[in-house]
């Protein structure tokens, strides 16, 4: 069936699948974030109950999830880009292929001198198109280069610090703190408001 496929249908098929592979990634990086959340849930407890081993291990492991998470950032933003590029070359094939017929159109005016002429321009505009395309396919390989080298787990580890894994720990601690003592301030205040009410029927 593939093989009675126009270049039209082709071209929505190869679209579609770049874009699975967008919504594949920004899956995979709300998960990371899922993820994340509950290792900082479990790393506050770990400290709550004096765990240090259990808490060194969350660390690890949050942190290498940060890690993952940030590559999967960077591949998002790749995709997108050449996304873009493709499109410009897209746009930059159909300008050209439509001048083409143009100057077709021209040389049938004019003569066959002209159409020669015209011929021999257009072609040359066409082979610069399709040179846009290749530059477009080098760019794409490089970056599943990039993709598979920043894959490896030892650049993983290096695209986050451990300061950082703490930082997001502190914050979120900071956090529910700042709700616990909102809470006792609620509580509180409930508490005064009652013994106003006591005191104004005693």
């Given at each position: 069936m593939g093989l009675f496929k126009s270049k039209e249908e082709r071209r929505i098929e190869r679209e579609m699948k770049l874009r699975q592979g967008l919504r594949a990634i920004e899956k995979s990086i709300r998960q990371q974030e899922k993820f994340a959340e509950d290792f900082i849930r479990n790393a506050q407890h770990a400290r709550r109950i004096g765990d240090q081993q259990q808490y060194l291990f969350i660390r690890s492991a949050l942190k290498k999830t940060a890690a993952v998470k940030k590559m999967l950032e960077r591949?998002?933003?790749?995709?997108?880009?050449?996304?873009?590029?493709?499109?410009?070359?897209?746009?930059?094939?159909?300008?050209?292929?439509?001048?083409?017929?143009?100057?077709?159109?021209?040389?049938?005016?004019?003569?066959?001198?002209?159409?020669?002429?015209?011929?021999?321009?257009?072609?040359?505009?066409?082979?610069?198109?399709?040179?846009?395309?290749?530059?477009?396919?080098?760019?794409?390989?490089?970056?599943?280069?990039?993709?598979?080298?920043?894959?490896?787990?030892?650049?993983?580890?290096?695209?986050?610090s451990d300061a950082e894994i703490d930082r997001m720990i502190e914050a979120d601690v900071l956090a529910a703190e700042k709700q616990e003592l909102s809470k006792l301030d609620e509580l509180e205040s409930e508490i005064e408001k009652e013994l106003g009410v006591a005191k104004q029927r005693d």
């Amino acid at each position: 069936m593939g093989l009675f496929k126009s270049k039209e249908e082709r071209r929505i098929e190869r679209e579609m699948k770049l874009r699975q592979g967008l919504r594949a990634i920004e899956k995979s990086i709300r998960q990371q974030e899922k993820f994340a959340e509950d290792f900082i849930r479990n790393a506050q407890h770990a400290r709550r109950i004096g765990d240090q081993q259990q808490y060194l291990f969350i660390r690890s492991a949050l942190k290498k999830t940060a890690a993952v998470k940030k590559m999967l950032e960077r591949q998002l933003l790749a995709m997108k880009n050449a996304m873009l590029i493709q499109q410009q070359a897209q746009a930059s094939r159909e300008f050209a292929q439509s001048m083409e017929l143009m100057a077709r159109e021209i040389g049938r005016v004019f003569g066959e001198l002209d159409l020669t002429r015209t011929q021999a321009q257009w072609e040359k505009a066409v082979a610069q198109a399709g040179s846009i395309e290749e530059r477009m396919e080098i760019f794409l390989d490089a970056m599943e280069q990039s993709a598979i080298a920043g894959s490896q787990p030892a650049a993983r580890e290096e695209l986050v610090s451990d300061a950082e894994i703490d930082r997001m720990i502190e914050a979120d601690v900071l956090a529910a703190e700042k709700q616990e003592l909102s809470k006792l301030d609620e509580l509180e205040s409930e508490i005064e408001k009652e013994l106003g009410v006591a005191k104004q029927r005693d």
